[in-house]
C-alpha cells in the first residue's frame, strides 16, 4: 500500500514535469528558428534603427525601402527583443502578430503571405494593431475602443496605438515614472495635444493608486488581528476583496483614458477600505484606559483615609 501511494505520487510528478516544460515547445516554429539565427547587431545597423524610431517619433511613416539594409538588422534585433519579452517566454511567436507559414522552412515560402508593415491590409499596420492585439487581450482592446486616443487614431496618425506605448517587441508595461515623462510627449504646450495637464493627473492619480495599495495593506493587517481577537471579520473581508478586485482591474482601466472615471473607482475601493477598517480598528488596549494621567478620586480618597488613620493612631 505505502510502495503503491509514493510511485503514484511520482507518476503525477513526473506527469507535472512534463506538462512544466510543453509550452516551451516552440522549437518547431520556423520564423523562430531561423530569425534566432540571422546576423548580429552592427553599429551602422543601430544608428538607422535610431534614424526610423525618431521618425516614427516625429510622426514620419519611414519606409523599409529607404533604409534597406535596416530590414535585416530589424529582423534579428526584433528577435533578441522578442525573445526577452512576456511574448517569448509565453511562446508568442511572430506567426501570431505577423501571419506567414511557420511550418515551411525557406524565408521565401514562410513569408508568401507576410503583409508588408506600410501596406494598410497589414496586421501589424498602426491602425489595425489593436484588433491584432485584441485577440489575445480582449479587456484592455475594449476599454480601449471606449477612449477618444482610439476615435483619434482611426482619423489621424498622431494619436497612440497599442504599441506606441508597448514597444515592439519588448512589449513591456510602461513603469510609472516613464508613464509621466511619456504622455507629455504629444500632451504638451508643444505639442499641442490637449489637454497640457495630462502628466500632471497621471502622475496625481499613480500616486493614489499607491496610497490606497497601502490602505489595502494596513486593513489586512488589522484583519488578521481582529480576527485573532475573536472578532467577527467576514464583512470586513468582503469589503476588501472588493477593493482590491478594483485595483486589479486598474491595469486594463487605464485604457479608457478616462481619467474621471479612473478616479470615481479608485474612490469606491477607498470607500470600501474605509469600511474595512471602521469594523476592525483596533481598539485602544484596556490597560491604556485605564492608566490615570492625574490621581483618581479613588487615590485621593485613599490617601486622605491613610493620612486621618495616622492622626487617629498617633493621637492615641
Ligand atoms: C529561412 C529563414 C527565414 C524564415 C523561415 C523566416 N524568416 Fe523572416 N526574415 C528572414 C530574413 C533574412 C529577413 C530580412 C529581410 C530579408 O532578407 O528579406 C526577414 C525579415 C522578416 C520580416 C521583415 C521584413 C518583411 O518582409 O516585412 C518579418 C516581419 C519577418 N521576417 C517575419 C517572419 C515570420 C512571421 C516568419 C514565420 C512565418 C519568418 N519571418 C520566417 C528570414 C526568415
Ligand atoms: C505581439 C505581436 C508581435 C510579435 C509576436 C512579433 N511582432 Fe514584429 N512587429 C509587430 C508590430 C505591431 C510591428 C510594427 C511596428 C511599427 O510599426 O513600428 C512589428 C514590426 C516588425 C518588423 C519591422 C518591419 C515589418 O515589415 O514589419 C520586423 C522585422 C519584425 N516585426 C519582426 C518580427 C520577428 C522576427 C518576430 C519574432 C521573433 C516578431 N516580429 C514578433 C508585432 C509583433
Ligand atoms: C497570440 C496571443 C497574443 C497576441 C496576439 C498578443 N499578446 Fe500580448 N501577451 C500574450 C500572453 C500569453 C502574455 C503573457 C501573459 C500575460 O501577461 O497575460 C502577454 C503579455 C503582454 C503584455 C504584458 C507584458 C508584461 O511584461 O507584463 C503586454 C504589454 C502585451 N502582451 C502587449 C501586447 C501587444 C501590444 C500586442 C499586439 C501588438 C499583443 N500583446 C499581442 C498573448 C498575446
Ligand atoms: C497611451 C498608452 C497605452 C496604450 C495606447 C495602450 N496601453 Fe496597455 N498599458 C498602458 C498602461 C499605463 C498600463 C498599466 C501600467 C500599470 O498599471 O502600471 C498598461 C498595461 C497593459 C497590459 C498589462 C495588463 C496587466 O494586467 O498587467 C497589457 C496586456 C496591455 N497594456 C495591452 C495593451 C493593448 C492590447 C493595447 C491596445 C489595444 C494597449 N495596451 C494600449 C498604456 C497603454
Ligand atoms: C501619440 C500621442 C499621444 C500620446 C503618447 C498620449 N496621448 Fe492622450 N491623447 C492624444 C490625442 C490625439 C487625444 C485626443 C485629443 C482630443 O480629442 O482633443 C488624446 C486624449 C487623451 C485623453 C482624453 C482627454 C479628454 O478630453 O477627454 C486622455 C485622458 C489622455 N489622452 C491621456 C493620456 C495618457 C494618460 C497618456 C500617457 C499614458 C497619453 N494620453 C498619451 C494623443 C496622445
Given at each position: 500500500?505505502?510502495?503503491?501511494s509514493s510511485s503514484?505520487i ?24 531561423c530569425h ?9 545597423q ?26 535585416r538588422?530589424?529582423?534579428?534585433s ?20 505577423h501571419g ?7 524565408k521565401?515560402?514562410?513569408?508568401a ?11 501589424v ?10 485577440a ?5 482592446l475594449?476599454?480601449?475602443e471606449n ?5 483619434k487614431?482611426?482619423?489621424l ?7 506606441t ?5 519588448g ?13 507629455g510627449?504629444c500632451?504638451s ?21 499607491n496610497?490606497?495599495k497601502f490602505?489595502?495593506?494596513?486593513t489586512?493587517?488589522?484583519i ?6 475573536g ?12 477593493a482590491l478586485?478594483t485595483v ?8 479608457e ?6 478616479e ?16 476592525v480598528k483596533?481598539?485602544p488596549?484596556p ?17 486622605i ?9 498617633r493621637?492615641?
Open positions: 500500500m505505502k510502495l503503491k503514484s511520482i507518476f503525477f510528478a513526473l506527469i507535472g514535469f512534463i506538462l512544466f516544460f510543453i509550452p516551451q515547445a516552440v522549437a518547431e516554429n520556423s520564423c523562430i528558428d534566432k539565427t540571422l546576423s548580429p547587431f552592427l553599429e551602422v543601430k544608428q538607422f534603427n535610431q534614424i526610423r524610431m525618431r521618425h516614427l517619433e516625429i510622426n514620419v511613416s519611414c519606409s523599409l525601402e529607404c533604409h534597406e539594409d535596416r530590414v538588422q530589424l529582423a534579428t526584433n528577435y533578441q527583443q522578442w525573445s526577452e519579452s512576456g511574448h517569448g517566454i509565453n511562446g508568442i511567436t511572430c506567426d501570431k502578430c506567414g507559414n511557420p511550418n515551411q522552412t525557406t521565401e515560402k514562410a513569408h503571405s507576410i503583409i508588408n508593415n506600410n501596406d494598410p491590409s497589414s496586421p499596420y498602426y491602425t489595425n494593431v489593436p484588433k491584432t492585439c485584441g489575445c487581450h480582449p479587456n484592455e475594449t476599454s480601449f477612449s477618444k486616443h482610439y476615435k487614431l482611426e482619423a496618425k498622431l494619436a497612440p496605438t497599442c504599441t506605448c508597448h514597444a515592439p517587441h512589449f513591456a508595461v510602461l513603469d510609472p515614472e516613464e508613464f509621466r515623462n511619456f504622455c510627449n500632451h504646450v508643444y505639442k499641442k495635444v490637449a489637454p497640457y495637464d495630462i502628466p500632471l493627473q497621471a502622475e496625481y492619480l499613480l500616486g493614489k493608486v496610497k490606497l490602505d489595502i495593506d494596513n489586512r493587517q488589522d488578521f488581528w481582529a480576527k485573532k481577537n472578532t467577527d471579520v467576514t464583512q470586513a473581508q468582503e469589503y476588501t476583496d472588493n478586485n486589479s482591474n486598474l491595469a486594463v482601466l487605464w485604457h483614458f478616462n481619467l474621471t472615471h479612473f470615481d473607482e479608485l474612490d469606491s475601493a477607498n470607500k470600501d477600505v474605509q469600511k474595512a477598517e471602521d469594523i483596533p481598539t488596549s490597560t491604556k484606559t485605564q492608566v490615570p494621567t492625574t490621581p483618581g478620586f479613588v487615590a485621593i480618597a485613599g490617601i483615609s491613610l493620612l486621618a488613620a495616622l492622626y487617629v493612631v493621637k492615641k
